[in-house]
């Protein structure tokens, strides 16, 4: 069996036989891995810190024939402030949902396992919600699956009206003339206006970015639609946040 190194992100885990784990990690080298973590829920195991949600890890892995395994998992970055308040707990779920859902296997992406890596880090000082929306802009444009928030998508012409409206169809914003029969989904020009600046500020200033609860929900409902036509997924945890960031 072939051992490999993997400098990942463990970014989903779930029970797997009597005292195993099954993780999918993103690695800086690979892109998304598959793996099992043998004996991990067992009281001892040494490799539980490393294998656990959102930790940042050296791993070295066996290739198996059809599964791989975890052979060391040595932690590098645990993230406690993830599992301080349930606000962060859950805008980093929704975060590596989403890049679970939009990434395929063994497809390397050094610039997105920055990104995500950044992040997590970020969401110790930023406003989670907005962290979660900056970071679903910016894996969007990785991902070439950015909306086009320039002017309308189809006539070109200005989004100053009352309302824009985000179709993922058109791939991008429409003004009212425009929007015709699509499925749309409503927002205010000052929504979008933010969500452009939660996609360009630098890390620095998006601490400094306000919304009020209009704009919150505005902002994450349209883009929890807009990523699961585009990745033709659901966004389990994303929804789920719902009910804190709709309070
Ligand atoms: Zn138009």
Redesign the pocket.
């Known amino acids: 069996m072939a051992v490999y190194q993997a400098d990942a992100i463990v970014i989903r885990s779930r029970e797997y036989g009597e005292s195993d784990r099954l993780i999918t990690l993103f690695s800086r080298e690979k892109g998304k891995l598959e793996a099992v973590a043998k004996g991990v829920r067992k009281p001892k195991s040494t490799q539980r810190g490393g294998t656990q949600l959102f930790t940042y890890a050296d791993f070295l892995l066996y290739r198996g024939k059809t599964l791989d395994t975890v052979n060391q998992a040595q932690p590098r970055e645990n993230f406690i402030h993830l599992w301080d308040d349930f606000d962060r707990t859950i805008t980093a779920s929704a975060m590596v949902e989403l890049l679970d859902i939009s990434t395929v296997r063994e497809q390397p992406d050094p610039e997105l396992f920055t990104l995500t890596l950044s992040f997590l880090f970020l969401l110790k000082h930023l406003d989670p919600y907005m962290a979660q929306a900056a970071y679903a802009l910016r894996l969007m444009h990785l991902q070439g699956y950015l909306p086009s928030m320039e002017g309308?998508?189809?006539?070109?012409?200005d989004l100053s009206g009352e309302q824009v409206y985000l179709s993922a169809e058109a791939g991008g914003f429409?003004?009212?003339?425009?929007k015709n029969n699509r499925i749309v989904i409503a927002l205010n020009p000052g929504s979008l206006a933010l969500m452009r600046q939660l996609y360009q500020a630098d890390f620095v200033k998006i601490d400094r970015l306000r919304w009020n609860k209009k704009m919150r929900q505005e902002i994450l409902e349209s883009l929890c639609h807009y990523c699961e036509q585009k990745f033709e997924r659901k966004l389990l945890a994303w929804r789920q946040g719902s009910e804190f960031w709709n309070k």
């Open positions: 309308c998508t189809e006539c070109g012409g429409l003004c009212a003339a425009c």
